[in-house]
């Protein structure tokens, strides 16, 4: 899975390559490893993950940042057990990097809803206005998250 759709995964064998590398060119994603060993692959499939979600989500954050006037102190990718992503009090938020698995919509939806707690730290209805106020199909992106892990 990748932003939402299913692709193919193709291993190439290298036996030059030192850890098995993972790209994606769109149409599919391509190993290229000197073993077929599930947990190697898995690890390089994983950090490509975080990488690409780390970009993602910085680039979102760019988008939304100056709508709700208000920069992030930091942002970290991690993997969170219970939620797609977090706000510290101070400033520091903190997304899951299996939100990459997800539509573009839903990633929108997580950093938007982050990005209102540095305003709101709380769920009350100021907070819900300002969510809706930038991202007013926040419910369809919610629903997208549902069951998978907590928000």
């Known amino acids: 899975m990748y932003l939402g759709r299913r692709y193919p995964l193709v291993i190439q064998i290298d036996l030059d390559q030192k850890k098995p590398q993972i790209t994606f060119d769109g149409v599919q994603f391509r190993c290229i490893t000197s073993i077929v060993e599930e947990a190697g692959i898995s690890s ?7 990488r690409e979600s780390r970009k993602i989500i910085e680039e979102r954050l ?7 006037r208000i920069k992030a102190r930091s942002v970290t990718i991690k993997e969170r057990v219970t939620q797609w992503g977090s706000c510290s009090s101070d ?12 539509p573009m919509e839903a990633i ?5 809803h982050e990005l209102c707690h540095l305003k709101h730290m709380n769920h009350d209805r100021s907070f ?11 419910k ?10 907590d928000q």
């Open 140 to 149: 369809d992106a919610m629903s997208l998250l549902q069951g998978q892990t």
């Open 62 to 68: 760019r988008v939304y940042q100056p709508q709700i």
């Open 128 to 138: 819900w206005r300002l969510v809706g106020k930038i991202y007013p199909q926040y």
């Open 91 to 102: 400033r520091k938020l903190t997304f899951h990097w299996r939100l990459i698995l997800f």
């Open 108 to 112: 929108d939806y997580v950093v938007v």
């Open 44 to 50: 390089a499939l994983q950090a490509f993950y975080k």
